[in-house]
């Protein structure tokens, strides 16, 4: 008989002890930075505006499914994000015993000034991105953009965990 509460026993253990310590997610702090209402652009990176789209993507998808935002016109936006691409760059990683490189490293850099009522701040961020290659072959497109894509990701959680920060400091 014991045996078929333990499970909901340890649910409700869980969620008193999250509720007890005060715990919230860390888009309820992001969303006192930034607002419900968000106006995202990414500025056109002139020597490879391909990734532009993907970064444009990546920050529209942050800001629905990790701000719980809505996108919306500049005029309307209780915040607007500016991003622009510094850098990408592509390191091996892993050789095979032939000495070809079979493994690489994405390193995208990014530029992101967020401005609300209160403020306005740059910050730098990067993320990365480890993958394979076909040994004695070169990155096609489709893996160097699913690499860029994926680091620009990472730069955006970067992102976000920095804006959280602001809003717990800004807490009232």
């Not at 529209?60 to 719980?68: C, D, L, P, T, Y």
């Not at 910050?123 to 076909?134: H, K, L, M």
């Amino acid at each position: 008989m014991f045996k078929k509460f333990l499970p909901f026993f340890f649910l409700i253990l869980t969620i008193l002890m999250l509720s007890g310590c005060g715990y919230k997610p860390t888009s309820i702090y992001a969303k006192k930075v930034l607002g419900q209402k968000i106006y995202t652009d990414v500025k056109v990176y002139l020597r490879d505006p391909e990734n532009a789209v993907l970064i444009k993507d990546a920050i529209n998808e942050a800001v629905i499914s990790r701000f719980k935002g809505s996108l919306a016109p500049k005029r309307y936006a209780d915040s607007e994000i500016y991003i622009s691409l510094k850098s990408v760059s592509f390191t091996p990683l892993q050789y095979d015993k032939n000495g070809y490189v079979i493994y690489y490293r994405a390193v995208t850099t990014l530029n992101i000034v967020y401005k609300n009522k209160k403020e306005s701040r740059s910050i730098d961020v990067s993320g990365n991105y480890d993958f394979p290659i076909e040994p004695n072959s070169v990155i096609s497109d489709t893996k160097r953009f699913e690499a860029i894509r994926e680091s620009s990701k990472k730069a955006l959680d970067k992102f976000i965990s920095q804006i959280s920060i602001i809003g717990l400091r800004n807490r009232s």
